[in-house]
């Protein structure tokens, strides 16, 4: 297995820094905004950007986490049932503009997933996706609104996020399985 | 199993023979004639006679169960003498006592004709066991005397207790006109109640109703005080508790007019065998713990129990393949019986084959009265040759019977019958 | 994550891990029945028949509500009490069941080692609602959940359990569970009413139920249950109520914290008074609430994956 280093912890820093900045520059009224972090790792993420959208404009974002376990579309296909996070929003998303949070946008499948779930909280004005790589590959027509960084990728190679909150340090990596 | 007549002229040639009549064990041939014994131990062969090589075999006695149900008249789905007779012959008995619990019950001196005609045409000896009561009612006695003419050779209500002491009371009196046996199931109905298992540990842990050792020893020790009193015979069957056995042990120092018999399955398995809601293990009375499958071992071995007798109580299929609170109570055993006690009592426990055969030869005979001389020279062979050393596993090839009820399905058993030869037929096991 | 056993017949036995797991799942089920809209797709397409040979409503309604959470599809048979009498109907509705191809049955039947006896003719998922005097498996999840919900732990918890244990599902199926999670029991009730042999499963027995109110953490409350009894075991409510009962007068001599269950129905008045079960003490409530998220999680758990050729136990 070979590991390539394609954002260190200053390139993250700065990606959450613009996401956070394009969500404030495309939306109008960011009292409407809230911030749903997607478990793992979207979960931090969406906590950085609601601390420094605070920063920015002074107003501090609803912010959730959401486990898709229980709406995956692949349930019966798998051998082991994955372990289960849980979701936690505690606030209604009633005519909100929801910006889901994600740190690899890939299939698209888990976003779908996530859409799915958020119904049973009401009906968004509108959903928003901000992920901090997209590394290609859609299965479904899923995109994303706000980038941090669009990693081409071949079959056999994998995109790995790490953070400080989970990881000990922030990094994106490259993973490349050896050719036997 | 091939039944087929015996020859003019067949020798069992060179097995090892025990006579539990004689309480010899020698070596030797056995030459059977027309059907009947022509000569024992050291014989000159006739040229035209069929030889079986005995070398390695025992040849013995046939075996003779005093308590078994052939479900005729009435059940034929599940056995018929015909068919009791070929699961007999492939466990090595010659000789059974079928239970009156029939259909309708041998409660009349006609129903005794029957049973005694019908058993004319079957290939072992069957002798019918009287209901004490009518209809099996607990309320009024049977014609003992004119059953007892018939050929009736005992009296019980087996499958149900006589519960009215004073009934009991009454049999037993009117037993000693024909000095024969009063065989009662010994089980209290009112402690027994609604019990379909030991009532212990195990029953605890399914959940199941218990049925109590005291239900049977409380019984028994009423029968045996009252056996004592009317001075008559009393055979107490299928005993299964600790306590029981104790208080067998103890009157039968005073009254040798008191006789036991033990299961196989009583002294195969303890109630851990239930754990998995076996209904083939579904018995009355119940498979206790290991504490009383060890005293009854105990009472083998120190004669308080006097015989086995299988209790072979065939059902068909629907009657055991359903939920445990209906599923009826019994299992077939004549096929398995020997490899079974065998194991246990020679093999586990040390007892002499010698003292095995007896339990299941010449003790159950004399109970009933039946003639035990079977090497004697003119006798109606009733013999076995059996493999004693032969380890096997138990399953549905071996069984003859017309029901399949059996919790011995791939268990490891000792000592096996070969042949079993008896009324002219010898069979091919 | 996956359970070791295919289907759940009873608690005796089984892992302490995975009883964890199930509750652990639970709770995240138990924010699902706080969304607007209640429902996961996680058990599209799965077929679930609710197999009752013994009248039930709640217990019925809950595994209903669960399935229908889940977005399974529920079928639901009650077999009356006279096809039962001969028993030739159980064989026979397991196969016909079997013909249908589903995925998985909940069964509750008035007899010990019946859901065991069905595992042995279908295929599918067995999981059991109550065999007789033997297991209720779901409850006492449900009922460990709610501990755990309280406590934040169940080992070293002291839990009593009250009434009628000898004819009690709930009591046995709890007492295996419970010991297995490391908590104490200790039974309490009428003498005849308590299992010679009990004590042989690790609990304790006693008669006297202000000792096992000072000593608990917890008490279950169990239901007297009239029809199972028969043979007038207990001489008469009243004495019952004197003797074993949860009265408000009892409890407020004890003065001390402790949670007050009951698997339901109550007969107010008699095992448990009626200001006691709807006081601040009572979780009796919360115990039905999360009666339908365990049986999410129990049946996401077991039919929620692949069928495997597993573990048939």
């Not at chain 2, 209809?135 to 019980?156: C, R, Y």
């Not at chain 3, 017949?9 to 995975?18: K, Q, S, T």
């Not at chain 3, 859901?115 to 003719?121: A, H, I, S, W």
């Amino acid at each position: 297995m070979s590991h390539k280093i394609l954002m260190d912890a200053g390139s993250v820093g700065r990606s959450v820094t613009r996401l956070s900045h394009e969500i404030l520059e495309r939306n109008d009224n960011a009292d409407e905004i809230v911030l749903i972090g997607i478990h793992n790792r979207g979960v931090p993420l969406a906590g950085r950007i609601q601390a420094k959208i605070k920063n920015i404009s002074g107003v501090e974002l609803s912010l959730g986490s959401l486990d898709i376990t229980f709406h995956r579309d692949d349930y019966r296909e798998r051998l082991v049932i994955p372990q289960v996070q849980g979701t936690d929003i505690s606030f209604s998303l009633e005519g909100k503009i929801v910006v889901l949070v994600d740190d690899v946008l890939y299939t698209g499948r888990t976003i779908r997933a996530a859409m799915d779930e958020l119904n049973s909280f009401g009906r968004a004005a509108k959903v928003q996706l901000a992920v901090l790589v997209d590394r290609g590959h859609r299965e479904l027509p899923i995109k994303a609104d706000y980038v941090g960084k669009n990693i081409p990728t071949h079959e056999g190679e994998h995109v790995k996020v790490t953070l400080i909150e989970t990881d000990e340090i922030d990094g994106v990596y490259l993973i490349r399985s050896q050719e036997s | 199993m091939k039944i087929e007549k015996i020859a003019d002229n067949l020798v069992l040639k060179n097995g090892t023979i025990i006579d539990p009549y004689l309480g010899k064990t020698y070596e030797g041939d056995v030459w059977i004639k027309n059907g009947k014994i022509a000569g024992v131990g050291n014989i000159n062969i006739p040229n035209d006679s069929t030889i079986i090589n005995c070398s390695g075999k025992t040849i013995t006695h046939g075996f003779c169960d005093i308590h078994v149900h052939f479900r005729e008249p009435g059940r034929e789905d599940k056995e018929s003498l015909q068919t009791g007779s070929r699961a007999a012959m492939a466990g090595g008995f010659t000789r059974v006592c079928v239970m009156p619990n029939t259909n309708p019950p041998l409660d009349t001196p006609e129903s005794i004709n029957f049973i005694i005609k019908k058993a004319e045409k079957c290939p072992i000896h069957i002798h019918p066991i009287g209901a004490v009561t009518k209809t099996q009612g607990g309320n009024d006695l049977t014609e003992m005397g004119l059953m007892h003419q018939e050929g009736a050779v005992a009296f019980s209500d087996d499958g149900l207790p006589i519960q009215d002491g004073a009934m009991m009371r009454i049999a037993l009196e009117y037993s000693t006109l024909m000095d024969l046996p009063i065989i009662n199931h010994a089980e209290d109905e009112c402690l027994r109640a609604e019990g379909v298992m030991h009532e212990g540990k195990i029953s605890t842990h399914l959940g199941l109703q218990g049925n109590p050792d005291l239900a049977e020893s409380a019984m028994v020790h009423r029968d045996l005080e009252l056996a004592e009193f009317t001075g008559a015979r009393l055979h107490v069957p299928h005993v299964s508790s600790e306590k029981a056995v104790h208080h067998i042990r103890k009157m039968k120092i005073n009254n040798e007019k008191v006789t036991a018999e033990v299961t196989p399955h009583h002294l195969f398995f303890n109630d851990e065998a239930l754990r998995c809601f076996n209904t083939n293990l579904k018995v009355a009375p119940p498979i206790r713990t290991e504490k009383d499958r060890k005293a009854l071992i105990e009472g083998v071995l120190d004669g308080t129990l006097d015989c086995i007798a299988t209790d072979h109580a065939p059902h068909t299929i629907e009657d055991k393949e359903t939920t445990f609170d209906l599923a009826s109570f019994g299992m077939i055993g004549l096929e398995s019986c020997f490899g079974a006690v065998k194991k246990v009592l020679v093999d586990e426990e040390g007892m002499t084959l010698e003292s095995l055969i007896k339990l299941l030869t010449v003790n159950p005979r004399n109970i009933m009265g039946f003639d035990s001389d079977l090497f004697g020279e003119g006798i109606e062979a009733e013999l076995i040759v059996v493999d004693s050393d032969q380890e096997w596993t138990f399953s549905r090839e071996h069984v003859q019977s017309r029901s399949i009820n059996s919790p011995f399905y791939n268990k490891g058993l000792s000592g096996k019958v070969i042949h079993t030869i008896s009324c002219g037929f010898i069979t091919n096991n | 994550m996956m359970l070791q056993h295919k289907h759940l017949l009873g608690l005796e036995g089984y892992p302490a891990e995975d009883i964890q797991t199930i509750i652990d799942t639970a709770f995240k089920f138990r924010e699902v029945l706080d969304r607007p809209i209640k429902k996961v797709p996680s058990l599209q397409g799965v077929t679930i028949v609710n197999l009752f040979f013994e009248n039930s409503t709640r217990t019925r309604i809950s595994f209903e509500l669960a399935q229908k959470r889940l977005s399974a599809d529920t079928v639901n048979f009650s077999a009356s009490s006279s096809s039962l009498k001969k028993g030739e109907s159980f064989k026979d509705t397991a196969q016909n069941i079997e013909a249908m191809k589903i995925d998985a049955v909940v069964m509750r039947h008035p007899t010990p080692g019946a859901p065991k006896l069905l595992t042995e003719f279908i295929d599918a998922v067995v999981i059991n609602a109550g065999d007789g005097t033997h297991e209720h498996p779901t409850q006492a999840i449900l009922d460990m959940m709610s501990l755990h919900e309280k406590f934040g732990k169940l080992k070293g918890l002291k839990i009593g359990i009250v009434g009628d244990i000898s004819h009690s599902r709930v009591a046995l199926s709890n007492i295996y569970g419970l010991l297995i999670m490391g908590a104490e029991v200790t039974l309490c009730g009428p003498p005849n009413l308590i299992p010679p042999f009990i004590k042989e499963l690790g609990v304790e027995v006693s008669t006297q139920i202000d000792e096992v109110i000072e000593w608990a953490d917890a008490l279950n409350v169990l239901r007297i249950q009239r029809e199972r009894m028969g043979l007038g075991l207990v001489p008469s409510t009243r004495e019952y109520r004197a003797m074993f009962g949860l009265t408000q007068e009892r409890l407020d001599t004890h003065k001390k914290e402790i949670v007050i269950m009951h698997p339901g129905p109550m007969n107010r008045g008699v095992e448990i008074d009626g200001t006691v079960a709807d006081g601040d003490q009572a979780i009796i409530l919360d115990q039905v609430l999360n009666g339908v998220a365990s049986r999410m999680a129990i049946l996401y758990l077991l039919c929620g994956g692949k069928s495997s050729e597993g573990d048939e136990s």
